[in-house]
C-alpha cells in the first residue's frame, strides 16, 4: 500500500511570504496526485490536480510540482486566507486505501 | 451548478447504526462516482468508500469492511452511506465527494457534501 507523508506537520509564516509544503509517496504515484485546502468546520476544497493543474476558481499564487514520489505546493505571497490545513492525496491506484497525507497546518507567525 | 447536500447531525449511542444521505444535483447522477470521506475531531481525512453510481458497484476500505454499506438511488440522484454497529471511535464528520476527473478511476474531489457529524456516545 502507498502511504503519503506530508512535511512539515505545522509551518507558522507571515502573510505576504512564499511557503512550499511537502508530500511525499512511499512509491510512485505518477502524477496522480492532488492538494486540498480544509479551514476550521468546512469541506475540503480542491487546489490542485494532476500535480500541478489548478482547479477552477484556484488563484495562481497556487502552484503543484512534482511526480513519482516527490511533490509540493507552493503559495507564493500568503495570504490572510489561506492559512488553514493542507492535505496531499494520491489517486494512482484502484481501490483506493490510505490516499490521504497527514497535512500540514499553516499558521501566522 | 453542483451540490452535494448531506443530511443533518445524528448521535447515536454504541451497537446503533447511521444512515446518512447526500442529495446530489446540478449535473448528471450516474457519471461521476461519489466516496466518502470521515474526519474525527481534530483528526486528518479518512477514506472509507465509493460506490459508482451508474452501475452500483461499491468498494470499501478494509477497515470499513462489514460495517459500512454505500447505495445509491438513481431516481433522486442520492447517495447513502450506512454505518453499523457504531463505536465511540466512529464519532465524526462525514464527507460525500465527487470524483472530478473523467473517469472513476481519477478519483480527486472536485465537489464536497457539507459534512455530516455523527457523535457516538452512551
Known amino acids: 500500500e502507498i502511504v503519503m507523508t506530508q512535511s512539515p506537520a505545522t509551518l507558522s509564516v507571515s502573510p505576504g511570504e512564499r511557503v512550499t509544503l511537502s508530500c511525499r509517496a512511499s512509491q510512485s504515484v505518477n502524477s496522480n496526485l492532488a492538494w486540498y485546502q480544509q479551514k476550521p468546520g468546512q469541506a475540503p476544497r480542491l487546489l490542485i490536480y494532476g500535480a500541478s493543474t489548478r482547479a477552477t476558481g484556484i488563484p495562481a499564487r497556487f502552484s503543484g510540482r512534482g511526480s513519482g514520489t516527490e511533490f509540493t505546493l507552493t503559495i507564493s505571497s500568503l495570504q490572510s486566507e489561506d492559512f488553514a490545513i493542507y492535505y496531499c492525496q494520491q489517486y494512482n491506484n484502484w481501490p483506493p486505501k490510505y490516499i490521504f497525507g497527514q497535512g500540514t497546518k499553516l499558521e501566522i507567525k | 451548478q453542483v451540490q452535494l447536500v448531506q443530511s443533518g447531525a445524528e448521535v447515536k449511542k454504541p451497537g446503533a447504526s447511521v444512515k446518512i444521505s447526500c442529495k446530489t444535483s446540478g449535473y448528471s447522477f450516474t457519471t461521476s462516482y461519489i466516496h466518502w470521506v470521515r474526519q474525527a475531531p481534530g483528526q486528518g481525512l479518512e477514506w472509507m468508500g465509493v460506490?459508482?453510481?451508474?452501475?452500483?458497484?461499491?468498494n470499501y476500505a478494509q477497515k470499513s469492511q462489514g460495517r459500512v454499506t454505500v447505495t445509491r438511488d438513481t431516481s433522486t440522484g442520492t447517495v447513502y452511506m450506512e454505518v453499523s454497529s457504531l463505536r465511540p471511535e466512529d464519532t465524526a464528520v462525514y464527507y460525500c465527494?465527487?470524483?472530478?476527473?473523467?473517469?472513476?478511476?481519477?478519483?480527486?474531489?472536485?465537489?464536497w457534501g457539507q459534512g455530516t457529524l455523527v457523535t457516538v456516545s452512551s
Open positions: 465527494a465527487r470524483v472530478g476527473g473523467y473517469s472513476g478511476y481519477d478519483y480527486y474531489f472536485d465537489y
Open positions: 460506490i459508482n453510481p451508474g452501475g452500483g458497484g461499491t
